[in-house]
């Protein structure tokens, strides 16, 4: 009897650990979607689509006028916007209600931020199925508009949202970065711009901008401000120089990469550039487009959706009118260790949808995402800033390509530094990249913004940037990122950071059948115990 019972908990203990194991491992792959067989149009949906505008109120109306014309083809789903300027809120707010089961129907987001959403059970809906639906997938024929199909979607933006072996999200528009240049200054230091730039150019023309005149005024402005190079996004900054040299940041498994030799020399680079005033960042010195269009910065690095903002004409400008100076602008490629092959970050919106218990109610939310396909909103948006549609069915219209021809006619719809940015993306797609994706690369991608921002703080307040600072400064992002809970171990593969709820669950179940155990033990020794003491007691008797 005792050699059963035994049995019994042993096996019901492996039985335990292997669907505690099969759980922490099986934590991110989402359960397919069943595609319906047919859409019912005798129910009313209401579905939540949660969107970043970047206060442009044109980006808005088109939002609006998307929503409005859906809901004249599909009067039976209401689509409520709700509208944030920021993506990282959006992500904050759908992590909090992943929690209560609140999420929105649709989203604008990222697909660093979808492989953190996806840490909990069928969260996100995998789009694969809906994707090859001949009724209503790309192109299906029972869509009531004219949707591409998914050959016409670019497919190295489509491929950027394809992780953990499925599709996740849909591309919606697509950026990279561009280096904002005020060419009349360049000339006036002497300088010719080369077809590309490199990081060599812009550090040597950096910091001849440096120079002062007798007052104290730089020379190249007759100003008392001047901050030659100044980078928005130093996250995109360290991301792209590290691609370049060909260095670690981390693996398509989650490995981290970044705490590397070449890091740290890039790091001291900036700071030695710092240090003479010739280099900032938009975190410590404010927005890039204020100082390029008051003529107090050369080189202005911004992604290509904020085109419209830069330039002595810009038709969205944050200064007063009599601030700004006038110059020739000229849009190029952000700069490049190696000029013959350049390498860029590929970047903007995509759409996910959440799986929810009504299988109508996904597909619904499915047949919205996939309007926002649709040339009348891709067209209609990527005429807003610099980005460019992600179908090859919108880029090749008529409509689209009457747009970039006309560049330059006026200030606004036909703003020539904003289709000049579109063009480099159009013109550079081939020279695009993408960071892996996996749950914690949005905080490595915190982490490489971080080391930058702290290196040019650092160097502000006069603290020495010796290799004691690296180490501690790598172990502090480390640790403020919690990089070291997505870290990997020796054998390559990634080790668990936060665990899902049901790897919580499961791992408790081992620690409760190891106490049944115990007190099984502990059960039988007493039982023993007894037995032993009562035939002592019988023959004391």
């Known amino acids: 009897m005792r050699r059963t019972w035994k049995k019994i908990l042993f096996l019901s203990l492996l039985t335990v650990m292997l669907s505690a194991l099969g759980g922490c491992h099986g934590s991110k792959e989402q359960a397919s979607f ?43 789903i209401t689509v409520n916007l709700r509208l944030y300027t920021d993506y990282s809120k959006i992500y904050n707010d759908v992590i909090t209600n992943i929690s209560t089961n609140t999420t929105p129907n649709v989203c604008i987001t990222y697909p660093d931020h979808i492989a953190t959403y996806l840490t909990g059970a069928d969260t996100v809906a995998p789009l694969d199925d809906l994707f090859t639906s001949e009724k209503y997938g790309l192109g299906g024929s029972d869509l009531k508009f004219d ?85 928005k996004s130093t996250d995109n900054m360290m991301i792209q120089m590290l691609r370049q040299k060909n260095a670690g940041y981390s693996t398509e498994n989650g490995e981290i990469q970044i705490f590397n030799d070449t890091t ?42 904020g085109a419209t903002w830069m330039g002595t004409d810009a038709p969205l400008v944050d200064i007063s009118k009599d601030a700004l100076a006038d110059f020739e602008t000229e849009v190029m490629m952000p700069p490049q260790f190696d000029a013959e092959n350049p390498q860029m970050i590929s970047q903007g919106p995509s759409v996910c949808i959440f799986n929810k218990e009504d299988s109508q109610e996904v597909l619904a939310s499915w047949l919205f995402a996939q309007y926002l396909l649709t040339n009348d909103v891709q067209i209609a948006y990527s005429q807003t800033e610099g980005y460019v549609p992600v179908t090859a069915k919108a880029q090749n219209s008529p409509e689209y390509q009457d747009y970039l021809s006309r560049s330059g006619e006026d200030t606004l719809t036909y703003y020539d530094v904003k289709i000049k940015a579109s063009r480099l993306l159009l013109d550079n797609v081939e020279h695009t990249f993408v960071t892996p994706v996996f749950n914690g690369s949005a905080s490595l991608r915190v982490a490489s913004q971080q080391l930058i921002e702290n290196v040019v703080k650092s160097t502000r307040r006069k603290q020495e940037i010796d290799s004691a600072y690296m180490d501690k400064l790598y172990a502090d992002v480390s640790s403020l990122c919690r990089l070291d809970q997505i870290s990997t171990s ?7 950071g936060t665990l899902p709820r049901t790897s919580v669950i499961l791992l408790s179940a081992i620690g409760a059948a190891w106490l049944l155990i115990l007190l099984y033990i502990l059960f039988q020794a007493l039982k023993r115990k007894n037995k032993v003491a009562g035939h002592r007691s019988r023959n004391e008797q």
């Open 147 to 231: 949707s591409p199909s998914k050959e016409e979607v670019i497919p190295k933006f489509l491929e950027e949202c394809s992780f953990s072996g499925h599709y996740y999200a849909v591309p919606f528009m697509r950026s990279t970065e561009a280096c904002y240049v005020n060419k009349t200054y360049v000339e006036a230091l002497g300088y010719t711009l080369p077809e590309t730039l490199t990081w060599d150019f812009i550090w040597e023309v950096s910091e001849a901008a440096t120079a002062k005149d007798a007052e104290g005024n730089f020379t190249v402005n007759g100003q008392n401000v001047m901050i030659p190079f100044i980078y």
């Open 264 to 305: 740290s020399k890039l790091l001291h680079t900036i700071a030695d550039h710092t240090k003479t005033g010739a280099f900032s960042t938009f975190k410590i010195s404010g927005y890039p487009a204020n100082f390029l269009n008051a003529g107090q910065c050369i080189f202005a690095v911004d992604s290509t959706a």
């Open 34 to 76: 069943a595609v319906p067989d047919e859409f019912d149009t005798s129910k009313n949906y209401e579905i939540t689509f949660w969107a970043k505008n970047d206060t442009n109120k044109t980006q808005a109306d088109i939002y609006k006028k998307a929503i409005s014309d859906f809901q004249d083809l599909y009067p039976n």
């Open 490 to 496: 020796a054998s390559g593969k990634a080790e668990l």
